[in-house]
Structures are given as structure tokens and as C-alpha cells.
């Protein structure tokens, strides 16, 4: 395997060339400013993305693989695009997950900071672009750099406040995430979400902060930094396309539209869309990444990725969707 350092990101490739096909990924290993190292890949190559730099944002407990057949269907599109798995998750996990300390917060404060960075330095040419999955689509705005982001799109953004949970699913989402979570948390220092099915392991930081979320995301902090993270927040100027899904039952209009909230002085726009907008009788939280969604809604996207276009400036969450179902 060749190596070569960039920027604080060691690339892994065959021999001492990088990948060239824009189908291919190469890995890649960013350094954070704490000095945490983050595993990643980047699918094609800057000189090849007319479009633009894309950065990938998972989901809590989501690996970054998950996104892998979409970074690569954007890199067929002209994309530069990052998956990478935030500290605690994946490639980025410690040896040890108890008592590493890492925190909900980190992953937009630290991570995400860095993965801007590294793209930044990247770049030739055309926006940086952000797709950020639940809290991946919410947590940019903890970076001191935040401001630097051209355009985001989001999938179910929100940062599970359980009063907005769909009601109907409420009470089941309390005791699971909120009850029986930090309950095992506690038991095993760390939260063991492979062992029951329930996502990834999480450091036991970044369970407890989401199960003890409050509606203003800002208390969880220190008294004395609340002031700067409302700043940052309000640094981004990023046209934002916020999409939910009305079968989600953590990403409700509700729930991103407390999230857009803090990025006042953004451009948000929202898409609550039906399953059946899609040709699909269920999507739910986590479905529109899955490679299904390849020949609709992941072309639909790339109308906003590219050209800044919302496909569906009639679904905002006041009212009911009624377009046809999908027949391809």
C-alpha cells in the first residue's frame, strides 16, 4: 500500500497513486484539533467534480458505509465527495469505548471541523456542499468553520428532543432512548447498542446527551459557552433544503423545524414528502439512502446539490403532499 500525508490526512492507495476511477474510494485518515483521528474514505477526485465537494454527515450510531453507494452514485454525478465516521463510531472508534470521554457535541465541534478542513484544501472548484442524516444534519453549526458551507441538504434533521417524536410512537421511543438507554449506559459505560440491535455502540457522552436532551440544545452546555454556539450557528448563511418524510418518526416537522431554527440567518426551505411521492409504501428515518432510491429521490437531490434547485417547493410541512406515485 502507498501512503502520502496531505494536509493531516493520510491517503491509502494502490502503489503510491491515488484512485482515479470516480467509482472508486480512496481511504483516507483526518486528524482533528484534539488530535483524534477520524476514518474515512473520499470517493473521486477533485480535478474530476465540476459540481462541487460534498460532505457526507451520518446519522447517531449510523457507520458511514451505510452512505457508501450514494457517495459514489454523487461522485458519477461530478462530485468530490467525504463519508466519514465520527469519533467513537466505526473506523474512528477507540480500542477502548469506555471511559474515552467523546461527546454528541465533538462531533460538530471537532469532527465535523476537521472534515470541512480537509475537504476546503481540497477543492478546485464549485460549492461546498453538505448532506447531513438526523444529527448529521443539525450538528455543521457547531463548527467554528460552519460558515465556510455553500449548501446543505437534510434528511430528517433534528436533535431528538422526545417531545417530538410522531405521537403515535412516542411513548415507545421515551422508554427506549430515554429510560432504557441511559439505564445501560450507566450499567456498561458506554451504551451497547450492537448487543440489543439498536445501532451502533455509543460512547457513553454521547448517549447520555441525547437522552437527556432538553428542548433548547444550547443548555446542554456550559453556562459560559452557550453565547458562542448560538454565534456560530447564526454564522452559517447556507441555503438549507431541510427534507422529512411523513413516516419518520424522529425527524417530524417538529423536530426540523426546531433544528432550522438556529440557523437564523440561513436560507431553509423544507419537503415533508410521502412514501408514496417516492413509489414506496414505507421509507421512515433511515430509508432514502439505501441504493432503492438511486433512479428518484437521489436524482431529485442532485438537483439541489448541483444546480440549487428545490424539486419540491410545494411540500413544505403546511401542507399535504399530492403528487403522483412514482411508475418508474
Known amino acids: 500500500m502507498g501512503r502520502q500525508e496531505e494536509a493531516g490526512v493520510t491517503w491509502v492507495g494502490t502503489g503510491a497513486k491515488r484512485m482515479a476511477k470516480p467509482t472508486e474510494a480512496a481511504a483516507a485518515a483526518i486528524v482533528c484539533r484534539d488530535g483524534v483521528r477520524l476514518g474515512g474514505h473520499v470517493w473521486g477526485e477533485a480535478e ?22 450514494f457517495a459514489r452514485f454523487l461522485a458519477e454525478h461530478g462530485f468530490e465527495v467525504l463519508t466519514y465516521d465520527y469519533r467513537g463510531i466505526g473506523l474512528s ?18 469532527d465535523f471541523e476537521a472534515a470541512l478542513n480537509f475537504m476546503l484544501a481540497r477543492r478546485k472548484e464549485g460549492p461546498l456542499l453538505v448532506v447531513g442524516h438526523s444529527i448529521g444534519g443539525f450538528l455543521p453549526g457547531l463548527a467554528r468553520n460552519a460558515e465556510r458551507i455553500d449548501r446543505m441538504l437534510t434528511v430528517g434533521a433534528q436533535y431528538a428532543y422526545w417531545r417530538d417524536y410522531a405521537a403515535e410512537q412516542r411513548l415507545r421511543l421515551f422508554f427506549k432512548w430515554h429510560v432504557a438507554m441511559p439505564a445501560l449506559t450507566a450499567m456498561f459505560g458506554f451504551f451497547p447498542g450492537k448487543r440489543f440491535g439498536w445501532l451502533e455502540d455509543l460512547p457513553g457522552p454521547v448517549a447520555n446527551e441525547w437522552s437527556f436532551r432538553r428542548a433548547r440544545m444550547e ?3 456550559p453556562r459560559h459557552e452557550r453565547a458562542e454556539v448560538l454565534r456560530r450557528f447564526a454564522a452559517v448563511r447556507a441555503p438549507i433544503l431541510a427534507i422529512t418524510v411523513s413516516d419518520d418518526e424522529l425527524g417530524t416537522v417538529p423536530a426540523i423545524r426546531r433544528a432550522l431554527a438556529y440557523y437564523r440567518n440561513a436560507a431553509p426551505a423544507e419537503a415533508l414528502l410521502q412514501p408514496s ?3 414506496f409504501d414505507r421509507i421512515g428515518h433511515f430509508d432514502l439512502f439505501h441504493a432503492r432510491h438511486a433512479n428518484g429521490f437521489w ?19 403546511d401542507q399535504p403532499s399530492r403528487l403522483a406515485k412514482r411508475t418508474e
Open 219 to 221: 443548555l446542554s452546555h
Open 299 to 317: 436524482l431529485d437531490a442532485l438537483l439541489w446539490l448541483r444546480d440549487g434547485i428545490n424539486p419540491w417547493p410545494d411540500r413544505s410541512g
Open 93 to 110: 472508534r477507540p480500542a477502548q469505548l469506555k471511559g474515552c470521554g467523546y461527546r454528541w457535541r465533538d462531533w460538530g465541534e471537532r
Open 277 to 279: 411521492d417516492l413509489g
Open 48 to 69: 474530476d467534480a465540476p459540481n462541487g465537494t460534498v460532505i457526507i454527515n451520518p446519522a447517531t450510531g449510523v457507520l458511514a458505509r451505510y452512505y457508501h453507494y
